[in-house]
C-alpha cells in the first residue's frame, strides 16, 4: 500500500471526488435496468485525472436486488477504464465503487481491508469517495480496486497465473473433489485468460486425496484468510454456508486466496 500509485488512486487520509458525466437518458436507462448490469459510456474525473470513454455499469449481487426492490437509487457502479480504449488508471482497469449496502456504519469492509492488508494478505486498493454524477452528489462510496492483472503484478510479480473465482451458484466451490473434469467445478469461475493446464485439477486432487498441501497451496496466506474472517465474523465467505466471495491465484503451481467482499463482515 506504500506505492506512489496507490496512494494517488487509494488515499487513506482524505475522501477523494469521482465525478462522473454521462448523458442523462443513459443514466436513467441503466438506472431504469440496473439488473441488466450492461455497459454505458461515460466521462470520469478521479481524484482529478480526467477520463473519457469510461464504461460504467450497475454492479452487486444481494444489493443490487435490494437496491432494485426499494426506492432508491444508490446502486453500487463499477467503472471500467479499458471498456472502450485502451486505457488505464495508474495500470488499474477497474475499480468498483460500493454503496456499502447492510452497513450503516460504512466501515465494515474498509476495517476488513485495512486488516487483511496489516496480516499480509494480498489485498486489493480501497479508499473512500464521494461520487458525483453530472455535478450532484450521489453519494458516499467505499472504491474498491477491482482484482486484475494491476493487483497481481504489485503482489505476486507476474499476471499470468490461472484465476478464479469462487460463486455460490454453482459446484465446487466449497474446493471438494468432483473429479477430474475441470468443467465440473462450475463454482470456480475462470477469471484469467486461461487455466495452466491442470493446476485446479493438481490443487483439489491434492487437497481432497493427498497430504501435501504445500505443494499446491501458500498454507500461511490460507490460515490468515481463514484467521481474518473468522474475527472479522464474515461468514458471506468460504467460511459460511454460501462458499463464495473469494478468488484463487495460481502462481507458479501454488494458489493463494484473494480477499474479497466484505460488506457482511
Given at each position: ?86 486505457q488505464t488508471l495508474n495500470g488499474i482497469s477497474k475499480i468498483n465503487l460500493n454503496n456499502n449496502y447492510s452497513d450503516a456504519s460504512y466501515m465494515r469492509e474498509f476495517l476488513t481491508y485495512e486488516l487483511a492488508d496489516s496480516v ?32 497481481l503484478e504489485r503482489h505476486f510479480n507476474n499476471s499470468y497465473g490461472a484465476l478464479y473465482k469462487a460463486e455460490m451458484t454453482g459446484a465446487g466451490s466449497d474446493l471438494a473433489w468432483l473429479g477430474n473434469d475441470p468443467d465440473s ?81
Amino acid at each position: 500500500a506504500g506505492c506512489g500509485k496507490s496512494s494517488t488512486v487509494f488515499p487513506k487520509d482524505k475522501v477523494i471526488d469521482v465525478k462522473i458525466t454521462i448523458d442523462e437518458a443513459d443514466f436513467q436507462d441503466m438506472l431504469d435496468n440496473a439488473s441488466a448490469e450492461e455497459y454505458k459510456e461515460a466521462s470520469v474525473n478521479y481524484n482529478g485525472m480526467q477520463f473519457d470513454h469510461v464504461g460504467i455499469r450497475t454492479k452487486g449481487n444481494l444489493s443490487l436486488r435490494s437496491v432494485v426492490n426499494s426506492d432508491s437509487d444508490r446502486y453500487s457502479f463499477k467503472l471500467s477504464f479499458d471498456e472502450y480504449l485502451n486505457q488505464t488508471l495508474n495500470g488499474i482497469s477497474k475499480i468498483n465503487l460500493n454503496n456499502n449496502y447492510s452497513d450503516a456504519s460504512y466501515m465494515r469492509e474498509f476495517l476488513t481491508y485495512e486488516l487483511a492488508d496489516s496480516v499480509g494478505l494480498p489485498t486489493p486498493g480501497f479508499s473512500y469517495v464521494n461520487v458525483y454524477v453530472n455535478d450532484e452528489l450521489w453519494g458516499f462510496y467505499l472504491a474498491i480496486e477491482q482484482i486484475g492483472d494491476s493487483y497481481l503484478e504489485r503482489h505476486f510479480n507476474n499476471s499470468y497465473g490461472a484465476l478464479y473465482k469462487a460463486e455460490m451458484t454453482g459446484a465446487g466451490s466449497d474446493l471438494a473433489w468432483l473429479g477430474n473434469d475441470p468443467d465440473s467445478y462450475t463454482g470456480l469461475v475462470m477469471k484469467s485468460k486461461s487455466s495452466n493446464d491442470d493446476v485446479l485439477i493438481d490443487m483439489l486432487d491434492e487437497l481432497n486425496n493427498g497430504s501435501d498441501y504445500e505443494k499446491v497451496l501458500d498454507v500461511d496466506n490460507v490460515l490468515k484468510y481463514v484467521a481474518l474472517n473468522v474475527v472479522a465474523s464474515n461468514m458471506d465467505s468460504y467460511l459460511g454456508m454460501n462458499k463464495q466471495n473469494y478468488y484463487l491465484y495460481e502462481n507458479k503451481g501454488v494458489f493463494s486466496v484473494l480477499p474479497w467482499d466484505y460488506n457482511m463482515a
